[in-house]
């Protein structure tokens, strides 16, 4: 007997329809790919661990700041592409049409801005983390506190949380596994080479994933368009792709939009209106790309200003890539299940997915698990496996950083180096048991709104904080006062519009939401442009009304001192150096056992006599890695791709808008 059932349509018995188990994944070629795949991204991983120096902080968070410009790209493509992409883009593509698609190619713009105005600041201050670079810009210890606070908390109630309910989806449909089970699973194996081997670790394994989610999803689109006829048809079939069980509900609430294939929509009625679009989501992807740590950490690991706008235009040109790949898929999903994808009516769709609100999130699962054969359905779950534990590798190696650097760091100000990689890898542990902790309320939460909820948590808390990077950089005027109460009535306001809209709940078409208009009625592109605003008017107000900050304090901190050679005299000294005396005096310690020495090495803690540098030496070596000059021929080529890239950025909005 045949059954369609979240996402599987295969024939069994009826006894068999509540066994999930082995029912996608029951064949040696599906299995044989899923265990090579793990074999080989472990064996990358060890590789990397091997080959790199893990036991220093720049070794350690930084990579040596030796990578070059092709692994940094890859890795800022597959650090930004996770499962929740391919689950949350494909829904509401399949729901909406393409518009959702502007969000990755606004992308192409915005890396441009880090890697020409943002990272050069950065490498010049010789900065790790983006809270660090506050507080050389600003002094004072509050401000560096409150975004490693809201970084870390936005990493597990965002990030972690949307990527690990989306991969389960899949695990769970695909292996039958208890998702509790499929996801501990996962953060173990991620972890272990997180906690191992340090960012070169995950920028290498973050390569090889990147090199997987492209192939497999371009095998996927080819099957899918295909399975309609075309490009042509699958323009004309996604327009009549209405399910047969509309009961009394309103039209618009299960016919395709009328502007389903343009990315530019009405201002008012739109439901990603195009001003929100550009300027609104401009301002949160400023914040993601221009001053998140999990991207600009990948950009300050490379050995040369070059390479770091080289790996930005890879990642540019890569982020073309999902409206092929992964909205165009979620839409022809909807023409090939409509009755399961574009469900309406919520009985219907509580039997479908266990969602009453709707199953667009089951789209993209649902066509790797019915149209791939063999062996491909295998390499499609290694791609959603790749995606989920890149996207944990990098927030957990860059948790552990922001941890480490600007929380632990406060704790312990004598720490030894020794003691931060502990720190820091034993940090990424609590990051993987609040994450399972949180599971629960991940599936509750979300029910069919991923991707919005994903973005409009973003819109009420991100804003204030790229005002306060954006004037920080280019406003040389603004000082603490204005930069924290900017921060803090931005974050008060945020958080009055986003406790107010969980409060009541963001309802459905068939069932809205009782949120007052004047709250909820605003959409939150345009929300988080009103806050940006309003954000920005304070920290310039309250700056102008109190002291500047003397130039002597901003050499190189600023876009406007970005080339003073002065001696720089920080507003306050760092809360952590090597403590190079203690290790100067230490006792010698007993030769470790042969254990000891071997779970050492395995974290990259064993000791190595390193050479003392000299004043003169040391010093050479922080000119080193604060050198932003380029060989001209390279800048010439760099410069001359951003060009082409913001052309191609430009052609395609305005091809699809």
């Known amino acids: 007997m045949s059954y369609n059932y979240f996402g599987f349509s295969v024939k069994r018995t009826d006894d068999a329809r509540s066994d999930m188990a082995g029912v996608a994944l029951n064949n040696p070629a599906d299995i044989a790919v899923i265990v090579i795949y793990f074999v080989v991204v472990l064996a990358v991983g060890i590789w990397a661990m091997v080959r790199t120096n893990r036991a220093t902080v720049g070794g350690f968070f930084l990579a040596g700041r030796s990578m070059v410009w092709w692994p940094i790209g890859a890795s800022l493509f597959a650090s930004n592409i996770g499962s929740g992409h391919f689950v949350g883009i494909a829904g509401t593509a399949a729901a909406s049409g393409i518009a959702i698609g502007g969000f990755e190619w606004n992308a192409l713009i915005v890396v441009v801005i880090l890697g020409w105005l943002f990272v050069p600041i950065y490498i010049k201050a010789g900065v ?4 660090e670079y506050l507080k050389k810009r600003f002094g004072g210890q509050r401000i560096r506190i409150y975004l490693s ?15 690990m309910f989306s991969g389960a989806i899949f695990i769970n449909q695909a292996l039958g596994l208890n998702i509790y089970l499929a996801v501990v699973a996962l953060l173990v194996i991620t972890a272990l080479y997180t906690v191992t081997g340090g960012l070169a670790a995950v920028i290498y394994t973050d390569t090889l994933q990147t090199i997987i989610m492209v192939v497999g999803s371009f095998i996927l689109m080819g099957y899918a368009f295909n399975e309609v006829g075309g490009y042509e048809n699958f323009q004309e079939s996604y327009m009549t792709a209405v399910p047969s069980i509309t009961a009394n509900f309103s039209e618009s609430c299960y016919e395709p939009r009328q502007d389903a294939f343009h990315i530019f929509r009405d201002p008012i009625t739109g439901d990603l209106p195009w001003p929100g679009l550009v300027f609104g989501l401009t301002i949160q992807a400023t914040w993601y790309w221009c001053t998140d740590q999990v991207i600009v950490q990948r950009c300050l690991s490379a050995k040369s200003l070059s390479h770091v706008k080289g790996g930005c235009i890879l990642c540019g040109y ?17 023409i090939l299940y409509t009755d399961v994808v574009a469900c309406v009516d919520p009985a219907e769709c509580q039997k479908h997915c266990g969602a009453s609100v709707g199953c667009t999130n089951i789209a993209y699962p649902k066509m790797v698990v019915n149209l791939m054969p063999n062996g491909l359905r295998g390499l499609m779950l290694s791609v959603m496996l790749a995606s989920l534990m890149s996207s944990l590798t990098s927030i957990f190696n860059s948790a552990s950083t922001l941890f480490t650097m600007d929380i632990y760091t406060k704790i312990r100000r004598s720490a030894s180096e020794k003691e931060l990689m502990i720190a820091g890898r034993v940090f990424i542990l609590v990051l993987i048991g609040v994450s399972i902790a949180w599971i629960p309320v991940v599936q509750s939460a979300q029910s069919g709104q991923l991707f919005d909820y994903i973005q409009s948590i973003t819109s009420y808390l991100t804003p204030p904080v790229a005002a306060v990077f954006i004037l920080a950089i280019f406003c040389k005027r603004v000082n603490e006062p204005g930069a924290f109460y900017g921060l803090a009535i931005g974050l008060l306001i945020g958080l009055s519009r986003m406790i107010t809209e969980f409060v009541y709940g963001t309802g459905s078409c068939v069932e809205p939401s009782n949120c007052p208009t004047i709250i909820c009625g605003v959409h939150y592109l345009y929300f988080g442009m009103i806050l940006f605003v309003v954000s920005c008017i304070i920290i310039l107000g309250v700056s102008l009304i109190t002291k500047p900050i003397d130039d002597k304090h901003l050499y190189r901190l600023c876009w406007s001192l970005r080339n003073c050679d002065q001696e720089r005299i920080d507003l306050e000294k760092d809360d952590w150096v090597e403590n190079v005396n203690s290790m100067e005096v230490e006792e010698p310690e007993e030769e470790p056992g042969l254990c000891k020495r071997a779970v050492m090495c395995f974290c990259g803690l064993e000791r190595q006599k390193a050479p003392k540098l000299s004043e003169e030496e040391q010093a050479e070596l922080q000119r080193k890695l604060t050198d932003t000059s380029e060989v001209p021929l390279w800048r010439n080529v760099v410069n001359g791709n951003a060009i082409i890239l913001l052309c191609v950025a430009v052609f395609f909005h305005g091809f699809y808008g």
């Open 149 to 163: 606070v809201l970084s870390l908390f936005l990493y597990i109630f965002t990030k972690i949380s949307a990527d």
């Open 318 to 334: 890569l982020k073309l890539l999902p409206m092929f790949l992964i909205v165009f898929p979620g839409m022809i999903s909807r």
């Open 128 to 131: 790790v983390t983006m809270p």
